[in-house]
């Protein structure tokens, strides 16, 4: 069976990913006794391994209420299964490709096969994003606050730089993306500015042609984003449930290590950790972040466990919050939507 392009550059992307973490698992964890790690396996409580599961799956679901949420204002034939489905996609795709990039075009061409323009699609994901990007800035400073000090006390205080930088990308993303939404005049400069390269091998008609839809795109856009965000009640309630995908996201870490027998760690401590993480991982740009969230993993957790430990935690915790969303992204996306919306 023949690929396509974007199949074959999708299974090269799952490729490097799991080339990469092979390798830092080798070469980091090149002493451990692997019969020991086999016995830590073995030993696993599934059950506290199924409630970091539901945890994750808690984490889907918080966001795909809010774009649930964000389309029926226009669209009120959307079913949350589509919504869920579109989810799903995004989550593919934030996971295969670097820094996250690929998650949010792949979810505005499932929003234009359903019917709903480009304007309107890309508007409602933007509000999506910057509501997302928010609430980690908002969420982490809450766990900045009340768990700086373990990295301050911790054996490895290195750590916080990594952690810093990735909290500055993320307030940097933010304002960037509040100045496309409220800026038309912005907008339009930047996409003007993007089109100009093509100048060189298009007819002036054509370029001309173009740039017209294209703010005829960027009018509807701005358009419906001035709607949501008069919308109080729908910011609210996006931030509310974003707030609880992150803390269920956050969570899952202290339910591995339930499962593994390894009680004595502080609950929050184990939640700062994982949301220093998240942090830094997300702009590491491999494919998902891939070598820097098992980097900073071992770094943050490693003084705490011995090693065969730590890499079974590493193992599963990579299982369920990052190959989860490859498996079931990848059904997502062949199942078919057959709920196709029109406007009202």
């Known amino acids: 069976m023949k690929l396509s392009k974007n199949a074959r550059k999708n299974w090269i992307n799952i490729f490097l990913i799991l080339i990469i973490s092979s390798a830092f698992l080798v070469w980091q964890f090149r002493d ?114 009340f768990g700086f000090h373990y990295l301050l006390t911790g054996s490895l205080p290195q750590v916080k730089y990594l952690v810093l930088i990735g909290f500055t990308v993320h307030l940097a993303v933010v304002v ?15 996409v003007h500015m993007i089109l100009k390269p093509f100048n060189w091998f298009m007819k002036k008609e054509r370029i001309q042609k173009i740039q017209a839809m294209v703010d005829g795109k960027i009018a509807t856009f701005h358009e419906e984003s001035g709607r949501i965000s008069r919308d109080k009640k729908l910011i609210w309630s996006a931030c509310i449930y974003t707030s609880l995908q992150l803390w269920a996201y956050f969570a899952i870490p202290y339910f591995i290590f339930l499962g593994m027998g390894i009680s004595n760690l502080d609950v929050f401590m184990v939640i700062t950790f994982h949301a220093f993480i998240m942090m830094f991982a997300t702009v590491v740009p491999t494919p998902g972040g891939t070598g820097g969230a098992e980097y900073t993993f071992t770094l943050l957790f490693g003084p705490l466990l011995v090693s065969a430990k730590l890499l079974t935690a590493l193992l599963l915790w990579r299982i369920i919050t990052y190959y989860s969303c490859i498996i079931f992204g990848g059904v997502a996306m062949a199942i078919p939507d057959k709920n196709k919306v029109k406007p009202d």
Do not use: C
């Open 32 to 145: 451990v006794n692997m019969q020991q790690v086999k016995h830590e396996i073995q030993s696993v409580n599934l059950w506290w391994i199924g409630v970091a599961f539901i945890f994750m799956f808690l984490y889907w679901l918080f966001e795909a209420v809010v774009l649930h949420k964000s389309i029926l204002p226009s669209f009120s034939k959307e079913r949350f299964g589509s919504s869920f489905r579109i989810t799903m996609i995004g989550q593919f795709f934030n996971t295969i490709t670097p820094m996250q990039a690929g998650g949010q075009p792949a979810q505005l061409y499932a929003l234009l096969k359903k019917g709903i323009d480009v304007g309107v699609g890309s508007s409602l994901l933007l509000f999506k994003f910057i509501i997302y990007q928010a609430m980690i800035v908002f969420n982490f400073i809450i766990v900045l606050i």
């Open 176 to 190: 960037g993306l509040i100045l496309v939404g409220k800026s038309r005049r912005f907008t339009t400069k930047l």
